[in-house]
């Protein structure tokens, strides 16, 4: 279980984490989420035990996680997939990584091969791919088998076979019992990925709950119609308390599900051919409800 209570971090004159407090369950997949300089990787730094939190703290089951000895074993992270000596193979890296936290060897050659990664164990890390870096990175989170794994932006540059292989890893962790928190902005993948979510906004909490929850709340439920007698339709659903719009030759009405839209036509004996309720997407609640909080809007934004 990792609990952040109160974590405040100020780089000098930059509050880069303001005062946020969140639960990460273990059984779980928990989505990071939050726009570009947010604090998500400011959170896991200071979680990691590699920066010092300048108020409140960052606990890993009840504790701070710095400098605990055979930390890879308590832990798994991947925060900087660049961030590795460029001069080792992946192998020689592993075991590295394996000997000073006293994993066996074996798990070197277990963890190569579960992310694709064999054929190119002998190679050095400076002429590897950011996908294969990246690959490596998640290789070097699982050597140790712990109970707590944290990923930063794992799928930057990742095929669609490793999109796909993250995917099962992470609900497969969660299936086990760990604890599994995962920053991206993947929005379509994390949809699929992730039970709960941690959302932040220029360093502070917007949402903490279940996926669904977040999406719920975020978007409103649309139900999309085709009918020849439209305008009949459209005034009694208009009645009936919906705000119905047209749209390409169909009605689209919020504010009503399709099981009320479809009664309503039936009372009236008003055909349908079509009558559908969309699902509400990750995407649009997440640029609803952060849409105050975006730090560096583009010029779409504007
Ligand atoms: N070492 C540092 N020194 C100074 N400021 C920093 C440092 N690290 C982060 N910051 C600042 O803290 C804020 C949060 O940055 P952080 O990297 O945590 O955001 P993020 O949510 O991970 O963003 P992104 O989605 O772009 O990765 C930003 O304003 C950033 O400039
Ligand atoms: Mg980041």
């Not at 005062?19 to 896991?44: E, H, I, W």
């Not at 992270?77 to 660049?82: E, P, S, V």
């Not at 169909?250 to 009664?263: K, S, W």
Request: proline fraction near 5%; aromatic fraction near 4%.
């Amino acid at each position: 279980m990792i609990e952040v209570a109160n974590l405040t971090k100020r780089y000098g004159g930059v509050t880069a984490v303001k005062d946020l407090t969140f639960t990460v369950r273990p059984g779980r997949v928990t989505g990071f989420l939050g726009p570009n300089g947010a604090g998500k990787s400011t959170t896991l730094r200071v979680l990691l035990g590699l920066h010092r939190p300048s108020a409140g703290t960052a606990t890993v089951d009840g504790r701070p996680f710095g400098g605990r000895p055979r930390g890879l074993r308590q832990v798994g992270a991947l925060l900087d997939a660049q961030d590795v000596h460029g001069g080792r193979t992946a192998r020689a890296h592993l075991t590295a990584l394996a000997r000073s936290n006293r994993i066996p060897p074996t798990r070197v050659e277990e963890v190569l091969e579960d992310a694709g990664l064999t054929g190119a164990a002998r190679r050095r890390i400076a002429g590897f791919s950011l996908g294969m870096k990246q690959r490596l990175g998640i290789a070097a989170a699982l050597l140790g088998g712990a109970p707590v794994l944290v990923f930063d932006e794992p799928l930057n540059g990742l095929d669609p076979e490793g999109v796909r292989w993250v995917r099962g890893l992470f609900r497969r962790l969660a299936a086990e019992g760990r604890t599994v928190l995962v920053s991206s902005h993947l929005m379509s993948e994390m949809e699929h990925t992730a039970d709960d979510l941690v959302v932040v906004g220029r360093g502070e909490l917007i949402a903490a709950e279940s996926l669904a929850e977040f999406t719920a709340r975020g978007c409103r439920q649309r139900v999309t119609v085709a009918t020849p007698a439209a305008d009949a339709l459209l005034s009694l659903l208009t009645a009936e308390g919906a705000s119905v719009r047209t749209e390409g030759g169909l009605l689209v009405a919020t504010g009503m599900d399709a099981g009320r839209v479809g009664a309503i036509a039936q009372r009236h004996g008003i055909p349908l051919s079509r009558l559908q309720e969309e699902r509400p997407s990750l995407e649009e609640a997440f640029m609803r409800l952060t849409a105050d909080a975006v730090q560096y809007p583009t010029g779409d934004a504007r």
